[in-house]
């Protein structure tokens, strides 16, 4: 199947900073990709979708100038969470389709705030 | 199927046996479902798929079977194995878009 290589894997930032996560679609060109935010014990929770060349629509309660999407290529979309604070330590997930309803997902990544 | 946000409900199986997931969904407009597995700190993976002018699709071990009067969506995993063992996920497409996912069922598999 299609691969999704998601950057980085874990990140541990400092309160205040910004971290920047990086989702690629390796063998496809994604038209869409999505991005989600996982707490443990629980299910996907869709963030934003963002389609290539276009800003990012986002779900209701999800800040945009927090976690800013940029979607600059049919093979790359990154979401940075700025100004991250320990309630923004979470599993954060992209996924890309190109046209056909079927999502290839990302490996995740771990963001811890301390 | 809607993400409630709550603890996830486990089904516990013996190593051998045939696993049935179950999955309500809301919408009676998706017309896809997909089905994912997710393991312990890794993003979901593609199971199977089906879509609504079908009610069962057959993979690998695994079955999915919708009922669309009833809005549910079930997977069957046959002669479980210990690498089965994940939480899996329902989602269906609202409107040619978005994902909805559903809470999820961590399956246990017993030596």
């Known amino acids: 199947g299609a691969v999704v290589s998601q950057h980085p894997s874990r990140v541990i930032c400092k309160s205040g900073t910004s971290v920047k996560i990086e989702c690629r679609s390796l063998?496809?060109?994604?038209?869409?990709m999505f991005w989600y935010r996982q707490f443990p014990k629980q299910s996907l929770m869709l963030m934003a979708t963002s389609n290539e060349g276009s800003k990012a629509t986002y779900e209701q309660g999800v800040e945009k100038d927090k976690f800013l999407i940029n979607h600059a290529s049919l093979t790359l979309s990154t979401l940075t969470v700025t100004s991250a604070h320990p309630e923004d330590s979470s599993f954060y997930i992209c996924?890309?389709?190109?046209?056909?309803?079927?999502?290839?997902f990302g490996q995740g990544t771990r963001l811890t705030v301390v | 199927g809607e993400n409630v946000g709550l603890h996830l409900p486990t089904l516990s199986v013996q190593e051998g046996d045939n696993s049935i997931i179950n999955c309500a969904y809301s919408?009676?407009?998706?017309?896809?479902f997909i089905w994912y597995k997710q393991e312990s700190g890794k993003g979901p993976q593609f199971i199977i798929d089906?879509?609504?002018?079908?009610d069962k699709r057959q993979g690998q071990r695994v079955t999915v079977l919708l009922n669309k009067t009833v809005k549910h969506l079930s997977l069957q995993i046959a002669a479980t194995q210990p690498g089965d063992s994940a939480v899996y996920f329902c989602?269906?497409?609202?409107?040619?878009?978005?994902?909805?996912f559903g809470p999820g069922t961590r399956l246990s598999v017993l030596p």
């Open positions: 989602a269906d497409i609202l409107y040619g878009q978005n994902f909805v």
């Open positions: 919408n009676s407009a998706s017309d896809y």
């Open positions: 996924s890309a389709r190109f046209q056909g309803a079927e999502a290839f």
């Open positions: 063998d496809f060109q994604a038209t869409t």
């Open positions: 089906i879509r609504s002018n079908m």
